[in-house]
């Protein structure tokens, strides 16, 4: 049973516009989400992440948005850059006590950004 | 220059031959962990450890082993029981207990059994 789902597999936007990766959720005992970038033949790198106590984050081009009702979050790219090709990856915490810090990902997007 | 190694890059293997997987690191995280990547399937769990000489089973840690003798270290075996060892591995570490959750990630091991 999948917990951390990216339906798309792939998305293809232009060089300059607005990328937008989802990712839906199902355990609501999911309390931190991260997203990952990740180029073939490397291990993935950290790119943001959000606590459920908020409902955005901002770092740069990259802003992270959080709807818990909803169980979504969505990762934003705003300029897309051809360096953005990659693959993202959505990843969640579950809320545990003490010291377990266990991520649960997603199957990854493929973006493509278009000169 | 922190971070986490895994050696070697490329590993080609005999069937039924067991083999071990390199990961160190140099960041001082308590916490480790080893994922494969298949093709369309993200990052599957193996297994983890909070703690030196103490680790758990993730998802799929049928066929491999691990160990953690020391806090750098956190090896895993590939054995022969393992019934689809290709793969794209990968050793990761965090912190617990800071509260952002990250993980670092190493470069990763392909392993092609034949």
């Known amino acids: 049973d999948q917990q951390v789902k990216q339906n798309s597999p792939s998305l293809s936007v232009q060089e300059g516009r607005i990328s937008i990766l989802n990712c839906d959720y199902t355990n609501s005992m999911f309390d931190y989400f991260l997203w990952y970038k990740k180029y073939p033949a490397e291990g993935p790198t950290f790119l943001i992440s959000?606590?459920?106590?908020?409902d955005k984050n901002e770092d740069g081009r990259f802003t992270v948005f959080l709807n818990k009702s909803a169980k979504h979050l969505s990762l934003h790219i705003v300029p897309s850059q051809p360096g953005d090709s990659a693959v993202y990856f959505c990843a969640a915490k579950g809320r545990v006590t003490g010291a377990n810090s266990k991520l649960t990902f997603g199957k990854g997007i493929t973006l493509s950004v278009r000169p | 220059d922190g971070g986490i190694t895994q050696s070697p890059k490329y590993l080609f293997r005999k069937e039924g031959q067991n083999v071990t997987l390199s990961c160190e690191q140099n960041l001082n995280h308590d916490a480790m962990y080893w994922y494969r990547q298949d093709p369309g399937q993200g990052l599957r769990l193996i297994y983890y450890s909070q703690i030196v000489n103490d680790f758990q089973k993730g998802d799929i840690a049928e066929g491999y082993s691990v160990s953690r003798e020391k806090k750098e270290s956190f090896p895993l075996t590939v054995t022969s029981a393992q019934k689809n060892p290709t793969a794209f591995y990968l050793c990761a570490s965090s912190q617990p207990g800071q509260g952002t959750y990250e993980q670092y990630f190493g470069p990763g091991t392909r392993l092609t059994v034949t």
């Open positions: 959000i606590s459920s106590i908020k």
